[in-house]
Every structure is written in structure tokens, then in C-alpha cells.
């Protein structure tokens, strides 16, 4: 029995020199957690994702850009004496479009063609006669164009644009603070996992002192029973304190072969032997006091809930709008210069002689207008859930706070009376 527990002895003796090795403090060991540990950094990618997605829909506003060449070559049969030969066209344009914030949608814009024609000689013989330049076989077509379409029912003013806009936005920052609540979760959890393990190992040196104290105490009274000094049961006492003692250790020793194990995975090391040496338990909480804030603090988690509901609610405007009829109003203006002469072609094009104008609306109402009032509908239910989720996780953030405080209150109390049992020891 004795070299069981000697043999025990030596080899938590050789676990501890290993241990000595090197000393792991907290920020090292939380810094580990955030270069190597798989739960942070999976969290941490998420939220810089988030981050970077939430921004997306600002795309919905940004102008585009649009340029285009084209060449083309027709050489097919006709049926007419009168028809060309060849045709070759050479095609260029560019534009720039936008979706504004408060509604209308523009477009500016500039294309030319150069446009080159075969015509058979017979037929430029006979209309020579009319003078030269009767067919232009190679001219150059400029048309410079601004558009502009206002909407002036659905979506007026960008309400639904901006719904969608905001639907996504306010869902993937929802997501973002979520990741943000799980990242701050785990440097939460390794800190506890640090501190469960210094607290383990101390543990496990009381237990295998306390084993050592009864371990003695049995010697001396199994002597005395000897010398006849005590009588039998008192040595039996001692070591039933000896086996109550052994057992104490085995299972502080088991808790603390679980710590490393908690402690090892969120710094994404596989196996269960951690050869540092950490702070001591009473000198890595004094380091890690905080000042209680008198206020509850912002929650990410709360948050998270709050972009949730104003997800919901976004939702529900962009769906309500498809109740109501779509009437556009659009207007356009296309300059159109002609002439065998660029410079010229371009001076026609810009110039006020030769104009196209368009003015005109488009109306287009849905005719199954109540399904799409029974989807706004389902949104507004969606809308008044997730208020409803957002009242009671604020009141569950509240209650909480409440709890911690007074805890921390409880806690002090205790910490008070140990004080004052520790100084009567």
C-alpha cells in the first residue's frame, strides 16, 4: 500500500518538473487561443466576413459602368437592285447608370457608328445624276443619350429599395454580432479553462499533502498500537482517513487531467499533457479585476437580436410595397449626328437641330393584389415575433445583470468570512 501511494507520489513529482518547464500566463495562453484555436478563429473569420457582406447591398447605389464595341459585316444576298452590297459597321458606346437613393433611376450615355456601304456600281450611275453625294457609302452616326425614370407609386421615393437594402444589411450585421457573442464566448471559456486548471493542479498538490499527513498519521498511531499506547480501532481509523485521503486525490487528479484536456482543445493542441507551469491562481484573478460597471453594458448577443427585429421590419416594407400599382414616369433625350466627318457627326450630335425626345409612363398593377397583401401580412406576423423576441431577451439580459450582481455581492461576502477563517488558522 505505502509503495502505491510512493509510486503515486513520484510520478506527480515528475508530471511537476515537467511542468516547470515554462511559465504560461494568462495573455500568452489567450493569445495562443486566438492564433491556433480552431472555435476562435472560425468565429473571428465570421465576423469579419460579416463585416465585409454587410456592405454588399451599398452596390444597389453605386453607378455602373457599361462599354461596348461591336463589328459587323454583312454581305448577304438581297432582293432588291436597290439594296447594298456590303454593309460594315463598326459599333462603339459607353454609359453610366445609376439607382439614386430617393427614387429616380439615370442614364448618360455616348455611342457612335462607323458605318461603310458597297452599293452596285449601277446604281450609284444612275443617281449621279441627282448630284454627288445622292448615297453616302461611308458616314459616321453619333448619338450621345440621357435618360431619367421616376417612380411615383410603388417604391416612391426609394421605400422599397431601401428596404431591401436594409433587409440584408441589417441581417448579416445580426450575423455579425452573433459572431462577435461567440468569439468573445470562447476567450471567455479559456480563461475559465486557465483558471479550472491552476485550480486543479493546487487541488491535486492539497490532496497528495493531505494523503501525506494521513499516510504518516497511520505510521505513528499502527506504532503506538503496537506498544499497546492506543487501542486497534484507532489504527483502523487512521487508515480508513488514509484510503478516504487516497481517494480524494485520485479524483482531484482526474479533474485535473479533464482541465487539460478543456485547456489543450481550445488552443487546438490534440493531446492532454500541458508541460507549462501557470500563475497561481490568487495572482492571475488579481490581475484580471475589472471595475463592475453601475449600468448594465452593451450585449452583443442583445444586439444581435435588435438587428433581427430591424431585419423583420425591413422585410415587411419591401413586401408591403408590392401591394401597391407601379407607375413610372420616364423621359429621354438622343442627339443624332450624321456625316461623313467625325468632328462634324459629333458638332450635329451635341448641337440642337436634330433632337429626339421621349416623354411617356408605364402603369402595371398586379391582379392577385391580396396574396400579395397575405404575404405583407405573414411579414408583419414575422415583424411582431420578433419584437416580441427582442422584449423578452431584453428582459432576460436584465434579470441576468440583476443575478451577477448579486452574486458578485454573495461572493464577496464569502470571500470576506474565508478571509476571516484563514486568519483564525
Known sequence: MRKFYLLGGAVWLAAGLACAQGALSLDDYLGQV???GSDYRSAQAAVEGYEKQSHQQDLTYSPQLTASYNHMDDQSQQSSILAAQQTMVDSAGISLSDKLPFGPSVSVGYAFSNINIVYPQSLLTAFNAFGPGSFLSSYYQVSPVASLSVP????????????????????LESAEQNSAFQRDQVLYNAKVAYWTLALARES?????DSLDRSQKIWEWTQRRVARNLADPPDALQAEASVKLAALELQTAQENEKSARLSFNRLRNQPDDQVAESLETLEDSLAQAKLDI?????????????EKAADQQKAT?????QNIYPDITAMASWRGNGLDPNFPNAND????PNHPTWSLGAQFTLSLDVFTAQRTADGYQKNYESALESLKD???EVSKEWQDLENHISDVQKRLDMATEIEQIQ
Open 34 to 36: 486566438k492564433a491556433k
Open 152 to 171: 411615383l407609386f410603388k417604391d416612391f421615393g426609394g421605400v422599397q429599395t431601401a428596404a431591401g437594402v436594409k433587409m440584408v444589411q441589417y441581417q
Open 204 to 208: 491535486v498538490v492539497i490532496r497528495q
Open 293 to 305: 460597471p453601475g449600468n448594465l453594458p452593451d450585449r452583443l448577443d442583445l444586439k444581435a437580436v
Open 316 to 320: 415587411y416594407d419591401q413586401a408591403y
Open 348 to 351: 450635329i450630335a451635341f448641337g
Open 393 to 395: 431577451k431584453r428582459l
